[in-house]
């Protein structure tokens, strides 16, 4: 039984006619008679008698259509319930984010659903360290971070979903000789430094970056920024190049170029959960996630 069967069910009845019932619905009325036809094979009952001029509802008809308005009656007072209900829930939902990353369109359309949906829920919202940010989902301190695969997938008291995934980039000053060129490779950057945040703080480590460029033929400079602005602000004046994703701070200012390289491949962001967490919102978010078809 399809709604578009029901439908017609219930505007032939009401006008005694499929060709009135028709209009009503903007359908055709050959396709008013196919639905009701194809409802009365399904259910083994005549539902109409067919005159000359009119239609009437059999005995069988008849009956079946109060059983479906009592239903529908009551479906709507259930969904009436449901979004008195929905508006009603209230608390704190938090996620946790990167320093210096921005909002990408999947959680960012995520949050903004759930807003609409419940507008006495408060998003909080805390940018960290991927360290600090694995430590507190797992801890259920925050109910949502979004990070890298690579860096949760060893982290046994989590679960996550794919969100996006994002090209690794290589920045560098928007004056630096191989900006714009076609196809570079990593040896083309031998002679740069490379600057990166400490260890606690980045995604990119000394061992990472150096096991990458010893492939390439070369052994790096390393350079040390105790933060990320600062770290932006050096790249910016020609001191180093930097590693960041499409999606980062870093990679969309103005005053740097930047360069997709084979020996840095896309990394897939996640979104991160605490299976035993308790907030009644972020099992309602998690749903939504999967209406939405993320995961």
Known sequence: MTSSQ???????????????????????TAAVSKNIQALERELDVTLFWRGRHALSLTPSGALLLETMKRSRLSFSRALDEAKALARDMS??????????????????????????DYPRAEIRVVREDYRWLNEAVAENRLDFVELMESAVKRNPRVHYMPIIKQDTLLVMPKDHPCAGKADPVLADFKDDPFILLTDAESLYSDRMVRSTCLSAGFDPEILYAPNLDTQIFWVELNKGLAIAN??????????????????????????????????PLARVFLEECGRLNIN
């Open 6 to 28: 029901v439908e017609c069910f219930f505007a032939a009845a009401e006008y005694k006619s499929f060709t009135k019932a028709a209009q009503h619905l903007y359908m055709t």
């Open 91 to 116: 608390g704190t939902l938090s996620f946790g984010f990167l320093k210096g990353q921005m909002l990408d369109e999947h959680i960012r359309s995520l949050i903004l659903k759930f807003e609409q």
């Open 246 to 279: 499409s999606n980062h701070l870093m990679a969309n200012s103005r005053a740097v170029a930047t360069c997709k390289l084979k020996e840095f491949p896309p990394e897939d962001f996640v979104l991160v959960w605490n299976e035993g967490n308790g907030n």
